[in-house]
């Protein structure tokens, strides 16, 4: 009988910025849209783009790949908070707490 197993990793929808604009210089296009040199999400905070998603095999952003502080943009594009807080809630809300 086949079971299924609960994974362990941290899903993706989970890092996904809310609201992301584009802020600055267009560096190049992937996907057929633009990449912004930052974006700036729906709470105010500025982020800076860092490179591509990594991909799973069935397809979907893998989320471990992810450093402290590294968020996702549609379609596949990770943007790292330029100025992480040195503690408190918010820290831990980045995903830069330990």
């Given at each position: 009988?086949?079971?299924?197993i609960p994974s362990k990793t941290r899903a993706a929808d989970y890092f996904?910025?809310?609201?992301?604009h584009p802020d600055g210089p267009v560096l190049g296009f992937y996907a057929g849209q633009p990449i912004a040199e930052g974006?700036?999400?729906?709470?105010?905070?500025r982020y800076t783009f860092?490179?591509?998603?990594?991909r799973l095999r069935g397809g979907?952003?893998?989320?471990?790949?992810?450093?402290p502080g590294e968020w996702l943009v549609e379609p596949g594009l990770v943007y790292r908070h330029k100025s992480p807080p040195t503690d408190g809630p918010l820290k831990?809300?980045?995903g830069l707490a330990k």
């Open positions: 009988m086949l079971q299924r996904l910025l809310v609201e992301p974006v700036i999400d729906g709470y105010g905070v860092v490179g591509l998603a990594p979907g952003y893998d989320s471990e790949a992810l450093l831990k809300w980045l």
